[in-house]
């Protein structure tokens, strides 16, 4: 079973992204150690669970065809380091780099629930430093949902922080199952529709207003 909670934009993207053109979409799967970025990623990738994935950080291609038009995912399935002196280990590149992020912790292990709060506040902040208006996509996932006996982070408290930050929520198991993991990855591929649909809305009325008041330059 997968749990969702969905965040509160409107669904609006499929209406107004009207051409067929392919779209592009870079995903970021981001959170501690050992909660399974890879095999969520793998998972996604391949329909498989293979159990031991290593060390290994890559950027992934992927083609999926979602509500009848033709996706291209890029999948940066990230390593955590506690080293960096980034904040929340999330790093300018990254930001820069991706559409939607995936941030993933546990639901047996407290410490990389707290990873995922302090990784959501740094995209946040970093994005509105930037100067962003639009919503940042991100979806929440408490992952090895089979591992019941041995959970330390309730859905309840997922679920709140998810709402509280205006994200996403699913709790999922990458070991039982794919349905939860392709819910996940077509959820944010939603969410950064609605996103790119909101910035074009609001570029359009700045051009709107620019043509009106005569300023020269707009981006
Ligand atoms: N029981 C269970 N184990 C899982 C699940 N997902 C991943 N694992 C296991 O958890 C361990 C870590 O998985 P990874 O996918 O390597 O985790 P990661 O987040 O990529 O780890 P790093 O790349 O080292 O940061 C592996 O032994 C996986 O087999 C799950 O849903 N349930
Ligand atoms: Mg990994």
Redesign the pocket.
Known sequence: MVVQVKPSVQHSSKMTEGSQQKVEANVLLL??????????TVRFLTRRFI???G??ESIYNHNDRVDGREICFNIW?S??SQNSDTQGCVTEKQLRWADGFIL?YSICDRASFSVVSQQVRRIRQAKKHAGGVDKVPIIIVG?????QHRRTVSSEEGRMLALSADCGFFE?????TYHGVLLVFHELLELIRESRATRKGIKGIVRSMSAVFGRRRID
């Open positions: 959170g501690a150690e050992n909660v399974g970025k890879s095999a969520l159990g031991e994935y060390d290994i399935d390593l955590y993933v992952n090895k949902r089979d591992l999922i198991s990458a070991a039982e």
